[in-house]
C-alpha cells in the first residue's frame, strides 16, 4: 500500500520555466489537495479536488493550476515559476474532506532560481 | 476568519521529560481541531483530532491533548518524551469548510538525550 507519492523528490527550475508535480494515491479518496509550507508559516492550501472533474481554488492559488481527471491522480502545474514560488509542496488525500484523516505525501522541495 | 497560533516556535526538553505544546484557535463555533507531527523529511501524520464529546482526547505515540473552550485551547501534551519524538508538530482548525485546514506556524521540538 503506497499511500500517497509525489514525485519528484527535488527540483530546481530557472525563472518562467514551468513544470508539473505529480500526485497520485492508491486509497481511492475522494479529497485530494495541495499545500505548501514555507518557515513559519504553516502550510496553506494552494488547490483542492472534492473529486474526479472537480478543483477549487485554496488560500493561495495564484500562479499554479491543477486537473483532476482520474481518482487517483492530482498533478499541479506550475506555469511560469517564479523565485516567490521555491517551497515545500505537500500532496494530501483523504476519504472526505479535511475533517477526515488526511494522509500526507512526503514532499516536493522546489527551488526556482 | 478562522486561524491557529502556535506561539512556541522551538522547544527542547530532555528524554524521558513531560511535554506540553501549546496551541490557540480562532473559529466562531466549535472547531475541528487537529494536531498532525512532521519527523524529518516526511510528510505530516495525523496524532489525534477533536470533534465533540470528551475534552481530553487521546492520539497515537502516547500522544494527548486537551480542547478548552474558555481558553480557546488545544494544547498537546505527552508525559515522558522520547528521543523519536523529535520533529515538527502542527496545530490544525478546519477552516470555512471541511475542505479545508488552516494550520498554525509549527514548534519544533528537540529532545535532550
Known amino acids: 500500500n503506497a499511500g500517497v507519492t509525489q514525485t519528484p523528490k527535488f527540483q530546481v527550475l530557472k525563472t518562467g520555466q514551468s513544470m508539473t508535480l505529480q500526485c497520485a494515491q492508491d486509497m481511492n479518496h475522494e479529497y485530494m489537495s495541495w499545500y505548501r509550507q514555507d518557515p513559519g508559516m504553516g502550510l496553506r492550501l494552494i488547490h483542492y479536488?472534492?473529486?474526479?472533474?472537480?478543483?477549487d481554488q485554496g488560500e493561495v492559488p495564484n500562479g499554479y493550476n491543477v486537473s483532476r481527471s482520474t481518482t487517483e491522480d492530482f498533478p499541479l502545474r506550475l506555469l511560469s515559476a517564479a523565485p516567490s514560488q521555491t517551497s515545500v509542496y505537500f500532496c494530501?488525500?483523504?476519504?472526505?474532506?479535511?475533517?477526515?484523516?488526511?494522509?500526507f505525501g512526503q514532499g516536493t522541495r522546489l527551488t526556482v532560481v | 476568519a478562522q486561524s491557529v497560533t502556535q506561539p512556541d516556535i522551538h522547544i527542547t526538553v530532555s528524554e524521558g521529560a513531560s511535554l506540553e505544546l501549546r496551541c490557540n484557535y480562532s473559529?466562531?463555533?466549535?472547531?475541528?481541531l487537529f494536531w498532525y507531527v512532521q519527523s524529518p523529511g516526511q510528510g505530516l501524520q495525523l496524532l489525534l483530532k477533536?470533534?465533540?464529546?470528551?475534552?481530553l482526547v487521546q492520539g497515537i505515540k502516547g500522544f494527548e491533548a486537551e480542547f478548552k473552550r474558555s481558553q480557546s485551547s488545544f494544547n498537546l501534551r505527552k508525559p515522558s518524551v522520547h528521543w523519536s519524538d523529535a520533529a515538527e508538530y502542527f496545530c490544525a482548525v478546519e477552516g470555512d469548510s471541511s475542505y479545508k485546514l488552516i494550520f498554525g506556524s509549527g514548534t519544533r521540538l528537540l529532545v535532550r538525550p
Open positions: 494530501a488525500s483523504s476519504y472526505k474532506g479535511m475533517n477526515t484523516e488526511a494522509f
Open positions: 477533536y470533534f465533540s464529546g470528551d475534552t
Open positions: 473559529y466562531g463555533a466549535t472547531p475541528y
Open positions: 479536488s472534492v473529486g474526479a472533474g472537480i478543483t
